[in-house]
């Protein structure tokens, strides 16, 4: 009997096709028609979405996102494949002669998770395993993406098995994996404040049960005792905030300004939250919040990049999605360095 063939599936957010008015009026539909971002009832959502976001957004959306652009396309996604590839070098390097394929999928466009499974399937795959690209769980993230990522497995004759990473806020090789990026970043730099910048939330949604709120909190917590740092010189903010209503807080934007105004040496800033630079790091983060920092008086400001493809970053993946693993890859002796063993 031939050994499992486990097809391994990263799940990110999503990403326009192109920086143009078009490509960003088709992807924000997709975004704002998903219920678990916009829960409203479709009678009062629908009215707001096609009269006043639609015919407007797009065009702004598209301008930030030819600032961030690269040469070889979306940067979220040119990460994201890089991680693809670090990730199943790793696991074919603990596991030799072991049949496991990786892949990536955007929960909102290209590639859909339905191509993503697809390929893996038609690959000889028989196993599936689900990796949320978010380390906090929130219905907006995670959710949507596992919900959707079910219903595209299901849809299929032959229903394989399925396995989904669960939240790892704090895996010790995910906050190990933020502390080298954060040292090889800042390195003898020492920053007089650091600000952690999540994604922010609806308030609602968390009185609703989202765990998201204290999870980003642990994650900090856990980070900032690795470092060293005191809390005192420790904020965690929210940001990206959409709409009217009350979001998780402090909002980024007037943490920012309130920090400059405490005339601040050195400001360290991250994005834990974030696995890869995004718009919401390249540009909210580095452009636009960077300028208002700097307008509101304050001094020299440092954003330490995301996880992206950072070795210690793909080495924690390994060992992350290793441990689900367990049972359907059997992992070579020399493995034990990746986490790949209980």
Known sequence: MSAPSVGIVL???????????????????????????????????????????????????????????????????????????????????????????????????????????????????????AVPMYPQYASATTGSSVQQF??????????????????????????????????????????????????????????????????????????SAVMGWPQDRVTVSFQSRFGREEWLQPYTEQTLRDLAHRRLERLAVLCPGFTADCLETLEEMDLTNGKIYRLEGGGEYRRVPCLNTHDAWLDALAAIVGRELQGWIEPSRSSADLGLTA
Not at 43 to 58: D, E, K, N, Q, S
Request: proline share 10%; charged share 25%.
């Open 11 to 129: 799940l990110q957010l999503g990403t326009p096709d192109a920086p143009e008015t078009s490509a960003l009026r088709r992807y924000l539909h997709e975004f704002l028609n998903d219920r678990r971002v916009i829960d409203l009832p479709r009678a009062l959502w629908w009215p707001i979405l096609y009269g006043m976001v639609l015919p407007t957004r797009p065009k702004r959306s598209a301008e930030l996102y030819r600032r961030i652009w690269t040469p070889e396309g979306s940067p979220l996604a040119v990460i994201t494949q890089g991680q693809v590839r670090g990730l199943e070098e790793r696991l074919q390097r603990a596991s030799p002669g072991a049949a496991v394929r990786v892949t990536y999928a955007m929960r909102y466009g290209q590639p859909p998770v339905s191509r993503a499974i697809d390929e893996l399937i038609a690959a000889g795959c028989d196993r599936l395993v």
């Open 150 to 223: 079910f219903e595209e497995a299901g849809r299929r004759r032959v229903v394989p098995p399925v396995r989904v990473v669960p939240p790892y806020f704090l895996a010790r090789e995910y906050i190990q994996a933020l502390a080298a990026t954060v040292r090889d970043a800042l390195g003898d730099w020492p920053a007089d404040h650091v600000l952690m910048s999540f994604h922010g939330l609806p308030k609602r949604y968390a009185t609703l049960g989202d765990p998201y709120p204290q999870q980003c909190l642990a994650t900090a917590s856990a980070l």
